[in-house]
């Protein structure tokens, strides 16, 4: 068996990467997504990644397979919110429990510690503890919760947001 290893996403991962994200779209409220992706209608979200900057993504590998992925993507879409990024990770399921989403915010935030971003947040579907201990072992606290914020499966679901300080 060959060893995980994580680079920066290409478009050539696209297919990989929206077959992960699928299923937590089809049969979980940890995105708020609704509708699957195909590599088309996903596109647009990839088209914001490059290799410098404060939008990146990475994957991880192995061999062929793409085990998981990460990326920092705007707050919002308002000018003020530049120096924000929100920080998302996501593993296929043979990866849970493995070390790969710690793996991939290292090389992330590893990447974004030269980039003019003032904080990092994560917006987290409650519950997920998981989720929750991950970004907590990576400096990220709890700021806040929005109740019953969303609705999906014909139930609402809070979210807890986190942030964590980066670069000064």
Known sequence: MSSIDIRPFT??????ITQILNPYIEST????????????SRRPWASQ??????YRCFVAHQGNQILGYTNSSPLRPKRAYDTSIEATVYCSPEAKGKGI?????NTLFKALSNEDIHRAHAVITLP?????ALHKKFGFYEVGQLNEAGRKFNQYHSVLWMEKRLND
């Open 11 to 16: 478009d050539s991962d696209l297919k990989q």
């Open 29 to 40: 409220a940890i995105t708020f997504d609704t509708e699957v992706y195909n590599v088309e």
């Open 49 to 54: 990644f490059s290799e410098t900057g404060r």
């Open 101 to 105: 989403g710690s793996l991939l915010y």
């Open 128 to 132: 997920n503890t998981s989720s929750v």
